[in-house]
């Protein structure tokens, strides 16, 4: 019911800023909880960011005060502002959705994007 689409991934150097999106067709996004997560080579997929439909969003340790989630309802879009980058922060990253409340395990996820990769070059 609703196709999360990536975009906004790219290279950049440590310390510089991108801003990924997530669009959706289908469905409005504004029921969903909607979360970011990453993958690095070899790694675990990890939770980076969340923002439900309503509540208190959710952000990982490692990138509070750097990374910034948020929402535009009417361009059924969610954001991750990604500023002050380093390059443990390359990864591919994906959006994700689900009905409910935002959940750390990625199996819980019933909608997903391709990923959008970015490396942060040093």
């Known amino acids: 019911q609703v196709q999360p689409v990536e975009s906004g991934g790219g290279l950049v150097q440590p310390g510089g800023s991108l801003r990924l999106s997530c669009a959706a067709s289908g469905r409005t996004l504004n029921t969903y909880a909607v979360v970011w997560f990453r993958q690095a080579p070899g790694k675990e997929r990890e939770l980076v960011a969340g923002?439900?439909?309503?509540?208190?969003?959710l952000y990982a340790d490692f990138v509070k005060g750097r990374f910034t989630i948020s929402r535009d309802n009417t361009k059924n879009t969610v954001y991750l502002q990604m500023n002050s980058l380093k390059p443990e922060d390359t990864a591919v990253y994906y959006c994700?959705?689900?009905?409910?409340?935002?959940?750390?395990?990625?199996?819980?996820?019933?909608?997903w994007g391709q990923g959008t990769r970015v490396t942060v070059s040093s």
């Open positions: 923002i439900p439909w309503g509540g208190i969003i």
């Open positions: 994700a959705a689900k009905a409910g409340e935002i959940r750390s395990n990625p199996l819980e996820y019933d909608y």
